[in-house]
């Protein structure tokens, strides 16, 4: 079992920034490929990006590609997503998922999930 624990989510102006970060605990988190999803009101869970176990390898959903940055620190079981330039298309909730070892950009294929951070950009 792995849980997950998003935090870093808030109330920015377009333009702006915020880090989201996710706490994983109860397995080894090195052997996690980690995803962040977004959900906006009255739509789909959408992928916006991921990172493979080692880091070595990050994707993105083209409309963040440039302002949005995946991260990991296995020292410290955490992903983060760096968000700068925000748009106010980029509010939704956010969330990490986890799976082991091989990256995915589908949402069913994703084992553990945070229980998501709310991101709002005012325009």
């Known amino acids: 079992q792995v849980q997950l624990v998003d935090s870093g989510g808030g109330l920015v102006q377009a333009g702006g920034s915020l880090r989201l970060s996710c706490a994983a605990s109860?397995?080894?988190?090195?052997?996690?490929?980690m995803g962040w999803f977004r959900q906006a009101p009255g739509k789909e869970r959408e992928f916006v990006a991921a990172i493979s176990w080692s880091g070595g390898s990050t994707y993105y959903t083209d409309s963040v590609k440039g302002r949005f940055t995946i991260s990991r620190d296995n020292a410290k079981n955490t992903v983060y997503l760096q968000m700068n330039s925000l748009k106010p298309e980029d509010t939704a909730v956010y969330y990490c998922?986890?799976?082991?070892?091989?990256?995915?950009?589908?949402?069913?294929?994703?084992?553990?999930w945070g229980q998501g951070t709310q991101v709002t950009v005012s325009s």
């Open positions: 998922a986890a799976r082991t070892l091989v990256v995915s950009f589908t949402r069913t294929e994703y084992d553990y």
């Open positions: 109860g397995r080894t988190f090195s052997r996690l490929a």
